[in-house]
């Protein structure tokens, strides 16, 4: 079955910057489309943007125009999440999901999700 | 500050009915399908519901999503002490032009 496995904790000083990855497995890579989700400490989820990797194609959040960036490497199916200036704020838990685009309406949720990567940013 | 509104919490017994609300406005819900997901203690969200009322393959017909106007509800029939998590509605923005989430109901089964 598809399944999508992040990377591993990170402990950043604010200011810095963090690169996560998210490595799918289980269906062709080509048909992806791919979003990350964030939640901070017993907050609710917040999108933060898309990515389709086969096109190269992103589309980001408005809070985190410029200081985030999607890539993806096809050959190993994973697709990566770069956040910079990081701040106190930032400190969550960072979801990559798949995108379940519907046949009947074209309305996209999120049907597969990664085990979660905790971003902690302390000075 | 969620764009959706949810109540933090509701509870039941086992094997009553439950129902969480999930208000927004016309720039989200009253636009578009909604999604609901359902979040375990220490797992990431599990996708229960899209296009306001299907079911993706293997979620059991106890949980059932409508959509009326700027609200959506998300039904939880026949409750188990297992359903005890955190429940979230989702759907796009035009506004936003972006996914926008609920703040969470916490589901607690007495």
């Known amino acids: 079955q598809v399944q999508l496995v992040q990377s591993g904790a990170e402990v950043k000083r604010p200011g810095s910057s963090v690169k996560l990855s998210c490595k799918a497995s289980?269906?062709?890579?080509?048909?992806?489309?791919m979003s990350w989700v964030r939640q901070a400490p017993g907050q609710g989820l917040e999108w933060m943007g898309k990515?389709?990797?086969?096109?190269?194609?992103?589309d980001y959040a408005e809070n985190f125009q410029g200081r985030v960036n999607f890539t993806a490497d096809i050959p190993t199916s994973t697709v990566y999440m770069e956040l910079s200036s990081l701040r106190s704020g930032d400190t969550a838990i960072y979801y990559c999901?798949?995108?379940?685009?519907?046949?009947?309406?074209?309305?996209?949720?999120?049907?597969?999700w990664g085990q979660g990567t905790m971003v902690t940013v302390s000075s | 500050q969620s764009v959706l509104t949810q109540p933090p919490s509701v509870s039941a017994a086992p094997g009553q009915k439950v129902t969480i609300s999930c208000s927004g406005s016309?720039?989200?819900?009253?636009?578009?399908?909604v999604s609901w997901y359902q979040q375990l203690p220490g797992s990431a969200p599990k996708l229960l519901i899209y296009?306001?009322?299907e079911r993706p393959s293997g979620i059991p017909d106890r949980f059932s999503g409508s959509k009326s106007g700027t609200s959506a509800t998300l039904d939880i029939t026949g409750l188990q002490t297992g359903d005890e998590a955190d429940y979230y509605c989702?759907?796009?923005?035009?506004?936003?032009?972006?996914?926008?989430f609920g703040g969470g109901t916490k589901l607690t089964v007495l």
């Open positions: 999901a798949r995108v379940l685009r519907s046949a009947r309406t074209g309305t996209q949720s999120f049907d597969i």
């Open positions: 289980g269906a062709p890579f080509s048909s992806f489309l």
């Open positions: 990515i389709i990797p086969i096109l190269g194609i992103r």
């Open positions: 016309s720039s989200n819900i009253g636009n578009n399908y």
């Open positions: 296009d306001n009322n």
């Open positions: 989702g759907t796009w923005d035009i506004s936003l032009s972006g996914n926008v």
